[in-house]
């Protein structure tokens, strides 16, 4: 089990949920197996902070209040970062549609954790 703690170490993710319980359990996870975790309220906050930090994945679910993850991926790849993005969401997307715009995996809530966990690894590999 101690491998399994390590999972994420060396990772930086950045987690874009504008539901504050949902932001935290996720930044909770995330550190729990050994991620360095920065946090964002909304595609806004999620674009300012793109400019300050370089993370390896970002996590974003895709009905923030202000924009969508749609948007969030393309202003940051305006700014160009290179991050591998993970859509999180409880609605129906289209995955096609989704990774057409650049992202790695559409997650449907209610999450599981081995899944979220396989999904991020899996976009930080690629």
Do not use: N
Request: glycine share 8%; net charge neutral.
């Amino acid at each position: 089990m101690g491998a399994d703690l390590e999972i994420l170490a060396g990772l930086h993710i950045m987690v874009v949920e504008d539901d504050t319980h949902a932001r935290a359990i996720l930044g909770d996870l995330f550190s729990y197996f050994g991620a360095s975790v920065t946090l964002a309220i909304s595609a806004r906050d999620g674009l300012a902070t793109l400019r300050q930090v370089d993370p390896d994945v970002v996590v974003a679910d895709m009905r923030l209040g202000d924009h969508t993850a749609s948007w969030l991926i393309r202003e940051a790849r305006k700014i160009a970062r290179k991050a591998a993005f993970v859509a999180v969401t409880g609605y129906d997307f289209e995955q096609r549609t989704l990774r057409a715009q650049g992202f790695t995996a559409l997650l449907k809530k209610p999450l599981h954790r081995g899944d979220l966990l396989e999904a991020v690894t899996a976009a930080a590999r690629r």
